[in-house]
């Protein structure tokens, strides 16, 4: 098995290229979609948040707006939400990994790949990029997102230009779905070994 890391800063289209590995077959593990999971209603983390973050949650499970508020722009607090939620995503993964073992090739969606030291057991890296000014667009046109709140994301994320210089593969995602879909596509035969799915 094939283990490929997909990562890439806020608004690169990630999630989009997430979704067309899936729609090639190939298992995806989304670190995001796990977060939201443990966070959600009835979820395993909410009443551990709701300890450390006091009126952070409710019916609907986290409030990630409120949550926010908290931890962006605090490294303390940023520090305790991740001890509390990084262990219980590594369970997940490991679940995946488990229910999965006889795939040729899986992927695993983690947005804070570099930041946070998330590559051991990978066999390669890809990073979901596109033009600064294209990123910066997409992100904000997110309902409830500012340039101010998008500078401190991007101040917590590592560079682009890094992501790229550290990554083994890049997808562009400036380009049409079309193109992305056949970069990816590529990039699934060349991790095979030439191998078509």
């Known amino acids: 098995m094939k283990i490929l890391g997909l990562t890439g800063s806020i608004g690169m289209g990630k999630s989009t290229v997430a979704a067309m590995f899936e729609e090639a077959g190939v298992p995806v ?17 909410v009443r551990q948040i709701e300890a450390a973050f006091p009126g952070t949650t409710g ?28 262990p219980a995503v590594a369970d997940m993964r490991k679940a995946f990994l488990d229910q999965h073992h006889d795939e040729p090739l899986i992927v695993f969606d983690i947005p804070l790949l570099f930041e946070k030291g998330g590559g051991a057991g990978l066999d390669a890296v890809a990073v979901v990029s596109a033009p600064a000014e294209v990123q ?7 309902p409830g997102m500012t340039p101010e709140k998008f500078d401190q994301i ?5 560079p682009d230009a890094e992501k790229r210089r550290r990554a083994d593969y890049i997808i562009d995602t400036g380009v049409s779905h079309q193109e992305t879909r056949e970069q990816i596509r590529q990039l699934i035969a060349c991790l095979l070994g030439g191998k078509e799915r």
């Open 154 to 158: 991007l101040n917590l994320q590592m």
């Open 136 to 142: 910066r667009e997409r992100v904000l046109a997110r």
């Open 59 to 86: 019916p609907a499970g986290v409030d990630r707006g409120k949550l926010g508020k908290l931890v962006l722009g605090d490294a303390q607090a940023l520090a305790r939400l991740e001890a509390i939620v990084h």
């Open 29 to 45: 593990f989304g670190a995001d979609a796990a977060v939201h999971q443990l966070q959600g209603p009835g979820g395993a983390l």
